[in-house]
């Protein structure tokens, strides 16, 4: 089946650096991905919508420019917590939908545990 | 807006038989999709309903109700290794998908 990788898996920084979390599609091309954000034993709550090649669309209560997020590939998504607070620490999920061949199945990155001190 | 409501935890032994529940509310619906997650890893798919009925996948079955806008997931001859979380999730007007809060089932030996 098809497969997200996300990397890192886990990252600890400082406050107010910045953090990269990269998400790939390895064998399919995803126009569209998903970042989620999860607290633990909590909902997935979407953060946004990547579009190749366009503007991500940020779901209400998501600061776009603290959420960075570029989509210049098929293949590749990547989410950038700028100025990251202790409050951003959480676990970022990505997904994405194999449009070719699975159907409504959204495929899951490992996630990322971000923790910032 | 869109909410979903499932029980928060269950517990079971092996080999029995566990229905979690998903009620939901959308502007607009498409389809209620299960997934599960073990802790610390990523959510994977198990089932998704369009319509009305049961669908079967070997020990999962998953169930919807579009009257009733409910739906469940059978999950039959339970194993050590079911003992995770489960998400239902609705796919709205928005064409993407809104999770519940997750049902942490417990098997116990």
């Known amino acids: 089946g098809a497969v997200v990788s996300q990397h890192p898996s886990r990252v600890i920084c400082k406050s107010g650096t910045s953090v990269k979390i990269e998400c790939r599609s390895l064998?399919?091309?995803?126009?569209?991905m998903f970042w989620y954000r999860q607290f633990p034993k909590k909902s997935l709550m979407l953060m946004a919508t990547s579009n190749e090649g366009s503007k991500a669309t940020y779901e209400q209560g998501v600061e776009k420019d603290k959420f960075l997020i570029n989509h210049a590939s098929l293949t590749l998504s990547t989410l950038t917590v700028t100025s990251a607070h202790p409050e951003d620490s959480s676990f970022y999920i990505c997904?994405?939908?194999?449009?070719?061949?699975?159907?409504?199945?959204?495929?899951f990155g490992s996630g990322t545990q971000l923790s910032v001190l | 807006g869109q909410s979903l409501e499932q029980p928060s935890e269950v517990t079971a032994v092996e080999g029995a038989i566990v229905q979690i529940n998903c009620t939901y509310q959308t502007s607009g619906f498409y389809g209620l999709s299960w997934y599960q997650q073990h802790d610390g890893g990523a959510p994977t798919f198990l089932s998704y309903n369009a319509l009305d009925g049961l669908e079967e996948t070997g020990r999962f079955s998953s169930f919807l109700s579009r009257s009733d806008s409910y739906g469940y997931l059978l999950l039959q001859e339970l194993q050590m290794k079911d003992s995770a979380s489960y998400f239902c999730?609705?796919?709205?007007?928005?064409?993407?998908?809104?999770f519940g809060s997750g049902t942490q089932l417990t098997v116990l030996p």
């Open positions: 064998d399919f091309q995803a126009t569209t």
């Open positions: 999730a609705v796919k709205g007007s928005a064409r993407q998908l809104t």
């Open positions: 997904s994405a939908r194999d449009g070719t061949t699975g159907g409504e199945k959204l495929f």
